[in-house]
């Protein structure tokens, strides 16, 4: 009985040490990793804008660019209304940086004459002739992300260190919600007073991810 006991302990660590190596050769995705997969590519508020009235139909598109840098990825955003896709409202360029083992920064950039790059994300290689010196950091409106719960990336902009003049405002403040196949993106203006002057009042503008 007692060798049967050895022998079935000898079995038991050979298979906690198999099924160890094996996690240990396909180690999760780091928090980067993911920031940058799943905000890349369409996404739609079409589904949003249908059931609430209040919400317009956005299109979001997201292509990296400048892919043989080793500074951490670089995004080109553009977002338009579904009936002047080809006249964006918001052009930006976002430098995602791993913080920490568990933080992501999303440092977003301006770009001059922005209108020039309008559907460069069907075609990235027209940012190979610029290099982000060229670039304006919108400094106080990083984006921090972060795990959250069922399996999504959480964060935003910290205080009231993003400035912003649109419609009255002195600072605007961002929050995000990631996750596989949809981005949730809620912006918002606010006066000296803390009042809200632009952007969504209900919640964030849902964001759902399209061939």
Do not use: N
């Amino acid at each position: 009985m007692k060798q049967d006991r050895i022998a079935a302990a000898i079995v038991l660590a050979a298979l906690v040490a198999a099924l160890t190596a094996g996690c240990a050769g396909e180690p999760e995705p780091s928090v980067l990793d993911d920031a940058l997969a799943w905000m890349t590519g369409s996404f739609s508020s079409a589904e949003q804008a249908l059931a609430d009235t209040s919400y317009y139909d956005i299109r979001l598109e997201v292509a990296p660019i400048w892919p043989d840098r080793d500074d951490g990825p670089w995004l080109y955003v553009e977002q338009a209304v579904a009936t002047s896709l080809d006249r964006p409202y918001r052009q930006r360029v976002y430098h995602l940086v791993a913080e920490t083992e568990t933080v992501v920064r999303s440092e977003i950039y301006t770009l001059r004459r922005p209108m020039r790059f309008a559907g460069a994300h069907e075609d990235p290689e027209r940012f190979a002739t610029m290099s982000p010196d060229s670039l304006t950091h919108r400094a106080g409106c990083d984006v921090l992300l972060r795990r959250g719960d069922e399996g999504t990336l959480v964060g935003g902009t910290r205080g009231q260190g993003c400035t912003s003049t649109i419609e009255g405002a002195t600072y605007a403040t961002s929050e995000i919600t990631l996750s596989a196949g949809r981005l949730v993106s809620w912006d918002c203006g606010f006066d000296d007073s803390g009042a809200q002057v632009w952007g969504a009042e209900k919640g964030g503008y849902v964001f759902v991810r399209v061939p």
